[in-house]
């Protein structure tokens, strides 16, 4: 069967002497393994179409398995993004953390709207961390494990008044009453609070220019940083690298 899609590159390996398989993310069949055959010769008209963080059309052959690429097309090569160290770090991140949540037949609309829309915001130099950390959100509330931050887990009262402390690994905040439920529960500032509830509520898609001190850019990572290990509990080679550029300061 002959399929015609749109897609970004979100992993792509080396099969045999000449050729290329990539994973896609696309619009509107979730993840597509494709063989590319003769993509790492040097005058290859597919060469492009394999790069990491590519989006284009894909035209490919396949009954079951891994298809074959027919044609393709670039829409955005997104090459500022393999250019630049810090932005291909993130990059990688989002890919490789949409790549091991994303099921090969999941309906991947709304994943492939929110990688291309962090991928964007990444080209256009906005916070990576900051972006990070809302597609970290999206993420999770894909999968299911959206966090509850409006009121606390256990009890169900709001507490606007009083410090609330966050438990990645109950799923939510915890009021002052409640934190013995979770003794390790994060406390934040009422500011890291309120964007974390934001990021609930916005879509990567409408992100506009967020300013954030590094305090709470500290914060919001940390936080998010122990949803993700609690909840989906991945152990990535990307966010490994991240981890190493942060504690270098690059």
């Given at each position: 069967?002959?399929?015609?899609?749109?897609?970004?590159?979100?992993?792509?390996?080396?099969?045999?002497?000449?050729?290329?398989?990539?994973?896609?993310?696309?619009?509107?069949?979730?993840?597509?393994?494709?063989?590319?055959?003769?993509?790492?010769?040097?005058?290859?008209?597919?060469?492009?179409?394999?790069?990491p963080f590519t989006?284009?059309?894909?035209?490919?052959?396949?009954?079951?398995?891994?298809?074959?690429?027919?044609?393709?097309?670039?829409?955005?090569?997104n090459h500022e993004?393999?250019?630049?160290?810090?932005?291909?770090?993130?990059?990688?991140?989002?890919?490789e953390l949409l790549?091991?949540?994303?099921?090969?037949?999941?309906?991947?609309?709304?994943?492939?709207?929110?990688?291309?829309?962090?991928?964007?915001?990444?080209?256009?130099?906005?916070?990576?961390?900051?972006?990070?950390?809302?597609?970290?959100?999206?993420?999770?509330?894909?999968?299911?494990?959206?966090?509850?931050?409006?009121?606390?887990?256990?009890?169900?009262?709001?507490?606007?008044?009083?410090?609330?402390?966050?438990?990645?690994?109950?799923?939510?905040?915890?009021?002052?009453?409640?934190?013995?439920?979770?003794?390790?529960?994060?406390?934040?500032?009422?500011?890291?609070?309120?964007?974390?509830?934001?990021?609930?509520?916005?879509?990567?898609?409408?992100?506009?220019?967020?300013?954030?001190?590094?305090?709470?850019?500290?914060?919001?990572?940390?936080?998010?940083?122990?949803?993700?290990?609690?909840?989906?509990?991945?152990?990535?080679?990307?966010?490994?690298?991240?981890?190493?550029?942060?504690?270098?300061?690059?």
């Amino acid at each position: 069967m002959l399929y015609r899609v749109e897609g970004i590159v979100i992993r792509s390996m080396d099969y045999g002497e000449g050729n290329k398989i990539v994973t896609l993310c696309t619009e509107s069949g979730g993840k597509a393994g494709v063989l590319v055959r003769g993509a790492k010769k040097p005058k290859s008209r597919h060469a492009a179409l394999v790069q990491p963080f590519t989006y284009g059309q894909y035209v490919y052959f396949r009954n079951t398995g891994l298809g074959t690429l027919n044609a393709g097309e670039i829409i955005e090569s997104n090459h500022e993004l393999r250019e630049d160290l810090v932005k291909a770090a993130y990059a990688s991140y989002a890919c490789e953390l949409l790549d091991r949540v994303l099921q090969d037949e999941e309906t991947g609309a709304f994943w492939f709207k929110q990688l291309k829309a962090c991928l964007q915001a990444l080209k256009e130099d906005k916070d990576p961390a900051v972006i990070i950390s809302l597609y970290e959100m999206k993420i999770l509330q894909a999968a299911g494990y959206g966090p509850q931050l409006l009121e606390c887990i256990s009890c169900n009262h709001e507490r606007p008044d009083e410090q609330l402390f966050i438990s990645p690994r109950l799923g939510g905040v915890l009021c002052r009453a409640c934190k013995h439920f979770d003794p390790p529960a994060i406390a934040v500032s009422a500011k890291t609070l309120k964007l974390l509830r934001l990021f609930v509520q916005l879509d990567l898609q409408r992100l506009g220019n967020i300013s954030v001190s590094e305090s709470t850019r500290n914060e919001i990572t940390k936080v998010m940083r122990a949803f993700m290990d609690h909840q989906l509990g991945l152990h990535l080679k990307s966010r490994s690298f991240l981890d190493q550029m942060e504690k270098y300061g690059i």
